[in-house]
């Protein structure tokens, strides 16, 4: 009785009553706490809190402990239970609120101890409860899975979506620290009764020194440690390309905005308010230097993307996101430019000094935004076209798709301007039509929807004429004649264009004639790298024969059933692999990798792991 309604008892069971016995632990632990620390006083502590976390450990606890048994019984009889759904589900869902509450609780004990008060007792037990939690939790989770493991797996969304999450709180805490240390340093240079002096130690910088280390730790952990072997992980690129793309977004719209600050003077601002003026710039060059640092760190087209970082390459596509990531900053600011000089365009005959974005809402303050954006979008795009020209030339056929799913992206984005900026406009219209004030000031408070229909308009046109542009270029015939298009097109698999494929075990998978690269019906060809004293994961394939070349090391193939055949392998050999036969490559070295080239009959392959067999030599 394993069917799927028992498991759904058992493993909601065990994540209901976990949660009620660590909150329960947690309540009594922080009544100890309070009762048993010397000095602290204790003012109107009620029992009840005593007597909820008793009574919720004493009902609890047995039940989880019960279950809890009765979970490891079920894998130790059916081994694939560690890669049951609902058995992900619980070590997905529990981990996650247990190190969040940690989190939490650890952030607030900092900040209180920065600030020079005493770290309460809640969240010393909150923190020590739940950190016990994580801790039993993690051990239990990572003798079923590891790194680089091949397979669809819900631990993988835990360690990227708090990657994630640590990174961002440590992005936001060290952004505020340096920001407090450069107005320190800015109020003391332009002291000169301006601004008033209060020092870098402020409540800012302490929430903000709490936020970084406790962010940096869980980043740290999860993505340098936990996930440091994970390479070739689908959801580990999507994880490093979309935190550099982010990134670069906020980056360029940090520095468009610091531009304009710095061009605030020059359009109407007096010498006596110069320093005032420049206030923020403290603030926005921290933001624009964390934002500079994250990009280099994970972005594929950066140049020192891979500093601690496991060598890896960028997923098939990922570096063509990147690239059109940037044409997509450039055109946002040149469009942004543009609505604001269509409305003050718009807003002169009436002598309009409002709604123009800036805080002053004057139109000198407009112009300095007009600028700002306009120069750095322009400078954007021309690069970013330029550098997208000569990466089309050989894009792969992943990135390919990425190119056309961006330019629909791009051209649905400006329709959706221009449809919501003239319905706006109309609006004003009709309202002022029905209320009997159409006059003078129509235009003016019509401006910005006009603008913005105005803008999308252009750019929805500006992509449909590259998208019709793509269409035309695979219509066109491909040789020196109309003859030849009719024939089947010869292409050449770069190696910045293999597809990196899930990794079986420790064994990482390389394709470069694949269904992804070439659109191959029949075939795949690819390159497989075993590390030194590892192996692949156990495994057979359902819909394939395969044929494997040894082009560097030596190992052992082990094959039949039980794996109980041993087979040495070294440079020179062939090796055929029948559909259904298990089996699994050996690197029996410890100083060089174990080089594979494996040809299939079919694109794409079915296989089926073999959970019981280790990924490491033992």
Same mark, same amino acid.
């Given at each position: 009785?394993?069917?799927?309604?028992?498991?759904?008892?058992?493993?909601?069971?065990?994540?209901?009553?976990?949660?009620?016995?660590?909150?329960?632990?947690?309540?009594?632990?922080?009544?100890?706490?309070?009762?048993?620390?010397?000095?602290?006083?204790?003012?109107?502590?009620?029992?009840?809190? $005593?007597?909820?976390? %008793?009574?919720?450990?004493?009902?609890?606890?047995?039940?989880? %402990?019960?279950?809890?048994?009765?979970?490891?019984?079920?894998?130790?009889?059916?081994?694939?239970?560690?890669?049951? /759904?609902?058995?992900?589900?619980?070590?997905?869902?529990?981990?996650?609120?247990?190190?969040?509450?940690?989190?939490?609780? +650890?952030?607030?004990a900092i900040a209180d101890l920065l600030g020079g008060g005493t770290v309460s007792g809640e969240n010393l037990a909150a923190f020590a409860v739940w950190g016990t939690a994580w801790v039993f939790h993690w051990r239990a989770l990572r003798r079923s899975w590891r790194p680089g493991e091949a397979g669809w797996s819900l631990h993988r969304w835990y360690l990227y979506?708090?990657?994630?999450?640590?990174?961002?709180?440590?992005?936001?805490?060290?952004?505020?620290?340096?920001?407090?240390?450069? &107005?320190? +340093?800015?109020?003391? +240079?332009?002291?000169?009764?301006?601004?008033?002096?209060?020092?870098?130690?402020?409540?800012?910088?302490?929430?903000?020194?709490?936020?970084?280390?406790?962010?940096?730790?869980?980043?740290?952990?999860?993505?340098?440690l936990a996930a440091r072997g994970d390479v070739?992980?689908?959801l580990r690129e999507v994880y490093a390309t979309g935190g550099g793309i982010i990134a670069a977004a906020s980056g360029v719209s940090t520095a468009a905005l610091a531009v304009a600050v710095l061009l605030r003077p020059a359009f109407g601002h007096t010498t006596d308010s110069l320093v005032a003026s420049w206030y923020s710039i403290p603030r926005l060059s921290a933001d624009l230097l964390v934002a500079a640092s994250v990009w280099l760190h994970l972005s594929p087209a950066s140049p020192l993307s891979r500093m601690?970082?496991?060598?890896?390459?960028? %997923?098939?596509?990922?570096?063509?996101?990147?690239?059109?990531?940037?044409?997509?900053?450039?055109?946002?600011?040149?469009?942004?430019?543009?609505?604001?000089a269509i409305a003050l365009l718009m807003g002169l005959p009436a002598a309009a000094t409002r709604g123009l974005i800036v805080e002053t809402g004057s139109r000198f303050d407009a112009l300095s935004a007009i600028l700002a954006a306009g120069g750095l979008g322009a400078l954007i795009a021309v690069l970013a076209l330029d550098r997208s020209r000569r990466h089309d030339a050989a894009d792969s056929a992943v990135g390919s798709a990425v190119t056309r799913f961006f330019h629909y992206g791009i051209a649905a984005a400006g329709l959706l301007a221009a449809v919501g900026g003239a319905a706006a406009a109309l609006f004003v219209f009709i309202e002022q039509v029905l209320d009997g004030e159409l006059g003078t000031t129509t235009l003016l408070d019509a401006r910005w929807g006009v603008a913005i229909g105005a803008v999308g308009v252009g750019i929805t046109a500006w992509r449909w004429q590259a998208i019709r542009g793509l269409q035309l270029r695979a219509a066109a015939p491909q040789g020196p004649s109309a003859a030849?298009?009719?024939?089947?097109?010869? &292409?050449?698999?770069?190696?910045?264009?293999?597809?990196?494929?899930?990794?079986?075990?420790a064994m990482t998978r390389l394709a470069g004639v694949s269904r992804a690269t070439v659109?191959?019906?029949?075939?795949?060809?690819?390159?497989?790298t075993i590390p030194p004293g590892h192996?692949?994961?156990?495994?057979?394939?359902?819909?394939?024969?395969?044929?494997?070349?040894?082009?560097?090391?030596?190992?052992?193939?082990?094959?039949?059933?039980?794996?109980?055949?041993? $087979?040495?392998?070294?440079?020179?050999?062939?090796?055929?692999?029948?559909?259904?036969?298990?089996?699994?490559?050996?690197?029996?070295?410890?100083?060089?990798?174990?080089?594979?080239?494996?040809?299939?009959?079919?694109?794409?392959? /079915?296989?089926?792991? $073999?959970?019981?067999?280790?990924?490491?030599?033992?």
């Open positions: 009785m394993t069917g799927l309604p028992y498991r759904s008892y058992l493993y909601v069971v065990l994540a209901a009553s976990a949660f009620i016995a660590i909150i329960g632990a947690t309540s009594l632990a922080s009544f100890a706490v309070d009762e048993a620390w010397p000095g602290r006083p204790i003012f109107g502590r009620s029992t009840s809190e $005593l007597a909820a976390g %008793l009574a919720s450990v004493i009902v609890a606890a047995p039940i989880w %402990l019960f279950h809890w048994r009765l979970a490891s019984r079920l894998v130790a009889r059916e081994p694939r239970e560690q890669r049951h /759904l609902l058995r992900q589900a619980y070590f997905l869902v529990v981990p996650l609120v247990s190190i969040v509450s940690v989190g939490v609780a +650890a952030r607030a979506g708090l990657s994630a999450g640590s990174l961002v709180l440590f992005v936001f805490g060290i952004s505020n620290v340096i920001a407090e240390l450069l &107005r320190a +340093a800015y109020e003391t +240079a332009f002291r000169a009764g301006t601004i008033s002096i209060s020092g870098p130690w402020t409540y800012e910088m302490k929430q903000g020194l709490a936020s970084a280390i406790v962010g940096s730790i869980g980043w740290v952990w999860h993505w340098w070739g992980s689908v601690g970082i496991e060598p890896r390459k960028a %997923l098939n596509g990922a570096l063509t996101a990147e690239i059109r990531s940037w044409e997509i900053f450039g055109v946002g600011a040149l469009g942004a430019a543009a609505v604001i030849a298009s009719t024939r089947p097109r010869v &292409r050449v698999i770069h190696p910045a264009d293999l597809e990196v494929e899930v990794s079986s075990g659109g191959a019906q029949g075939i795949h060809l690819a390159i497989s192996r692949s994961s156990a495994h057979y394939h359902t819909n394939c024969e395969s044929a494997i070349y040894v082009a560097s090391g030596h190992g052992t193939f082990l094959a039949g059933d039980d794996l109980r055949e041993r $087979l040495a392998i070294g440079p020179g050999d062939f090796i055929h692999v029948p559909a259904d036969a298990p089996h699994q490559p050996v690197n029996d070295s410890d100083t060089e990798p174990l080089v594979l080239i494996v040809a299939r009959n079919a694109p794409v392959e /079915l296989v089926v792991e $073999l959970p019981d067999a280790p990924s490491k030599l033992e």
